[in-house]
């Protein structure tokens, strides 16, 4: 089973930037969609942005599009997200999560976190000054 470890997570000031990354080891990362997902104190859990193995498309939520970036590199067997111009509302424990390509689009995949079955132990993002 592939398994997942997030890092970069921290405290950070509003309009700052921050790197997280999950190290994927197990598996071959061309055979899952991997997703960031995040859950702040009293809410649900919610999809920030996602990206096929195969890198046939990513999907980003609403309030993070232009400020996020999602990314991976093979070759270190990583994907990361780049987080810019952060705020308050961004304030979550970020989770890093993987599930096998499936036939339906990544966006559907994305806005539904019980479909991933591997999980991350979860990094927190404090955006405040």
Known sequence: QVQLVESGGGLV??????????????????????????????????????ISGNNANTYYKDSVKGRFTISRD???????????????????????????LSINTLTGLCKAPAGFGSWGQGTQVTVSS
């Open 74 to 100: 093979n070759a270190k067997d990583t994907v990361y997200l780049q987080m810019n111009s952060l705020n308050p509302e961004d304030t979550a424990v970020y989770y890093c999560a993987a599930r096998r």
């Open 13 to 50: 000031q509003p309009g700052g930037s921050l790197r997280l990354s999950c190290a994927v080891s197990g598996f071959n990362l061309d055979y899952y969609v991997y997703g960031w997902f995040r859950q702040a104190p009293g809410k649900e859990r919610e999809g920030v942005s996602c």
